[in-house]
């Protein structure tokens, strides 16, 4: 599936893809692992044409990054800084990495596409630009919403638990993203994540999640969980995001037999 909305960016025209950069609706959630794939080999594979280096005031100083397969023209954001655990005031791209790793292990589709790539001789992480999105922070500002039977509600308490999983807390809700024309929820940003804190974020709460989600916090096991993410995390931040999920999983099971299955399930 393909928007053919074009974007004249630079001077370049860019064809906004789905998934990753349009986004699809909130029913899709899920549904397109074969899309995530298809713009994984696109990000890994596709020439850059030009990498724009002073764009961003943030503290991982990421670079925007043009690529064309010939086919199509899109936009990616690369993150090179690597300053793991236990330096001080840690910040990674290995981070983002494992973030989108634990998304696909999930069946979330809450982080776009986002894979490890050298840019100009730095290694990085280079991850699908989100087109047509804005920030939750400023659609709460503008006071924008959605139309009926669009639940944002559902997607935000899915952000909220994985922000926990990831011990990712929002320092405000600019790192939520919403694609106003389907209503696709993004959650961006975790090159400081992965803490080894065994606590619950009261500043990212949740008290419901999908039946799929549930059952996939029951299914995936601790080994296959330390293998997924061992190429990005050490060790003690892995052994503490097991120990948060047994708190996710304590908490939803603990919800479900105070208020019922059908009120914490969806």
Sequence with gaps: MRNKKTLGIGGTVLIALSLCLTGLGPQAR?????????????????PIITVAK????????????????????FRAIFKYIHRPRPRPLPSSYQYELAAYALNKLYGLDLVPATI??????????????????????????????PP?????????????LFENLTNNPREDASDILVNT?????????????FAPDTVRLTASPFARCSRKLYAKLLE??????????????????????????KLIVDWLGALIRDKGESAVLF
């Excluded at 990085?124 to 919403?145: N, P, Y």
């Design 116 to 145: 490890e790539r050298e840019v100009d001789g730095l290694k990085g992480s280079l991850q699908c630009f989100c087109e047509g999105v804005m920030s939750e922070a400023s659609r709460l500002r503008k006071k924008i919403t």
């Design 181 to 193: 024309s389907d209503w696709k929820v993004w959650r961006v940003d975790f090159s400081e994540a």
């Design 54 to 73: 002073n764009e961003s005031t943030g503290r991982t100083n990421s670079w925007k990054v043009y690529l064309n397969d010939g086919e199509k023209a």
């Design 220 to 245: 995936v096991s601790d080994e296959t969980l330390r293998n997924t993410l061992q190429p990005n995390l050490n060790s003690e931040e892995i052994e503490a995001l097991l120990v948060r999920k």
């Design 148 to 160: 009926e039977g669009i639940n944002l509600e559902d997607a935000f308490a899915e952000v909220g």
């Design 30 to 46: 899920g549904q397109d692992a074969a899309a995530a794939v298809a713009h994984e080999e696109m990000l890994r594979t596709a």
